[in-house]
């Protein structure tokens, strides 16, 4: 089973200020099959990227995705007060568990 | 718009059953696979499983940790997807979402609000 590990686990900055978040996979994963979500509190997620970096309907293009084989990058090229969530990666292999999401970063105000 | 509402949740006792539905409008629920996905108070997200459209033959896939307890299931002419939950367990305490895969695309576009399942005596 793939394992997806995201870093940092906390991310802190401020609006205006660029972030980049990682997801890394055990093993490779085919761009096709790696998307991001966003996550506010007590909402549930929203889909930001797919196919590794295709934004999906709606979503600002100041999110950009990118990466191949094991390493995928998420970046907000300048943050908004609304950006600030939880992300999580995820991808789609084979059993014993067809979608595995990552841990999930968070994404806090400095 | 396309809407996902889940209803049926609330509180079960461990080994006791459940079954939580959702309840689609807004697109042509039955060309499109179905996914449960869940999350713990606190935790992150997790897979529960998924049915394939009717077109491709209305299949299910479940992940290790629900598989033998867990069953999903559709009524396409109602538009609504099922989960059927037995022999509940406290971990499986969570939030459960339904969510719409893309068009033969290996990603969720659409999910619902949620709702909560307490697995406790």
């Known amino acids: 089973e793939i394992v997806l590990t995201q870093s940092p686990g906390t991310l802190s900055l401020s609006p205006g200020e660029r972030a980049t978040l990682s997801c890394r996979a055990s093993?490779?994963?085919?761009?096709?099959?790696l998307a991001w979500y966003q996550q506010k509190p007590d909402q549930a997620p929203r889909l930001l990227i797919y196919g590794a970096s295709s934004r999906a309907t709606g979503i600002p293009d100041r999110f950009s995705g990118s990466g191949s084989g094991t390493d995928f990058t998420l970046t907000i090229s300048r943050l908004e007060p609304e950006d600030f969530a939880v992300y999580y990666c995820q991808q789609y292999g084979s059993s014993p568990s067809m979608y595995t999401f990552g841990q999930g970063t968070k994404l806090e105000i400095k | 718009e396309v809407q996902l509402v889940e209803s049926g949740g609330g509180l079960v006792q461990p080994g006791r059953s459940l079954r939580i539905s959702c309840t689609a409008s807004?697109?042509?629920?039955?060309?499109?696979?179905m996914s449960w996905v869940r999350q713990a108070p606190g935790k992150g997200l997790e897979w529960v499983g998924f049915i394939r459209s009717k077109a491709y033959g209305g299949t299910t896939e479940y992940a290790a940790s629900v598989k033998g307890r867990f069953t999903i299931s559709r009524d396409d002419s109602k538009s609504i997807a099922y989960l059927q939950m037995n022999s509940l367990k406290t971990e499986d305490t969570a939030v459960y979402y339904c969510t719409r895969e893309g068009w033969l695309q290996p990603y969720f576009d659409y999910w619902g609000q949620g709702t909560l399942v307490t697995v406790s005596s």
């Open positions: 807004g697109f042509t629920f039955g060309d499109y696979a």
């Open positions: 093993q490779s994963v085919s761009s096709r099959f």
